[in-house]
């Protein structure tokens, strides 16, 4: 009998050692691709075992093509690029790592609103253009004590964020029809949706991307926005109309917004965005630290590990079998 087979089908990352030695500990074989579309994912995960992947679409044929009962791993926190109808109805499991980068991404998200509400992007330009008027530049601008912070979400990250604004003073309120509270969660003022939209002097986004959220940061709901508020995104770039908010940007109907997520990645060069005043943008990098690639690196081979042993996932993706 042949042995199982761990197929990593893309990573950007310079060595996959952990991962390969907790493959070869179970005694499977261990094969790292460079897969760019769903066929090659397919052809690539044909037979395996285990199939871990990065960014490359995790299809209906890739589902099909895997041994049964086998373990589909996303390294990430997301897990958008898998076809998670086809994974149920192959009878797979599917686990990701939602944890491995929850202080990075808070620290970014807080460091983004801190920039955005002290107005550094509009200062900084203004200086740059020749100008020496901090107030004219800078008006009106509350003290962050009469400031409002909404989060669209409140899971993990988003009460990590909170936690780092408690200190300053800030006002928090959140939207989260799921969300339940526990011993030590920051307190915040939950709201309806459209509550949310019309008070929040900086609204973070902090959802997964769903049918429901989607697009949720459109021209109808900017429109309920203060013309004086300012939007964070570091969750994903499907949840905001691009088009709509750099509109809003350009007459002036938002005074700022901070994106680290976009709806295609790398962000296009013919992108609106680039082109719009008041807007802090970091390419996908709130993740990152010196020590959170090995984290999650470590983390997808236990995973490894446990597929091969028959465990179930330490997290499966929500919806698919534990």
């Not at 679409?57 to 997301?78: E, K, S």
């Not at 997520?261 to 296009?268: I, M």
Request: glycine residues 8%; proline residues 9%.
């Amino acid at each position: 009998m042949s042995p199982p087979r761990v197929v990593v089908t893309d990573a950007g990352f310079p060595s996959l050692a952990a991962e390969e030695a907790a493959a070869r500990a179970a005694g499977a074989e261990f094969v790292r691709a460079a897969c760019g579309s769903a066929e090659e994912v397919a052809a690539a995960v044909a037979g395996a075992q285990v199939a871990v992947v990065q960014f490359a679409p995790f299809g209906a044929a890739a589902a099909r093509a895997m041994a049964p009962g086998g373990t589909v791993i996303r390294y990430g926190v997301g897990y958008n690029n898998l076809d998670l109808a086809a994974i149920r109805a192959a009878g797979l499991r599917a686990a990701y790592v939602p944890d491995y980068c929850t202080e990075e991404v808070a620290d970014h998200t807080a460091a983004m609103i801190l920039a955005l509400l002290r107005k550094l992007v509009a200062l900084d330009a203004s200086l740059r253009s020749g100008r020496w008027e901090p107030q004219a530049v800078a008006a009106p601008l509350p003290p962050f004590t009469d400031t409002v912070v909404g989060f669209l979400g409140y899971g993990r990250i988003a009460r990590s964020v909170a936690r780092r604004l408690l200190p300053f003073g800030f006002r928090l309120m959140a939207h989260d029809p799921f969300h339940r509270p526990g011993p030590g969660d920051p307190p915040a003022e939950m709201a309806a949706l459209e509550t949310l939209f019309a008070r929040a002097d900086c609204l973070s986004l902090h959802a997964p991307a769903t049918p429901e959220t989607l697009g949720i940061l459109s021209r109808r709901t900017i429109a309920l926005m203060k013309p004086t508020a300012v939007v964070v995104n570091t969750a994903r770039g499907d949840l905001i109309d691009e088009g709509a908010l750099a509109e809003a940007l350009a007459t002036g109907r938002l005074a700022g917004a901070a994106l680290d997520v976009f709806a295609t990645e790398p962000l296009p060069p013919e992108s609106p965005l680039r082109a719009v005043p008041n807007l802090l943008m970091t390419p996908h990098a709130a993740w990152y630290s010196d020590s959170a690639v090995a984290r999650l690196q470590a983390l997808v081979a236990e995973e490894i590990a446990r597929a091969l042993r028959g465990d179930p996932p330490r997290c499966p993706v929500p919806g698919t079998a534990p």
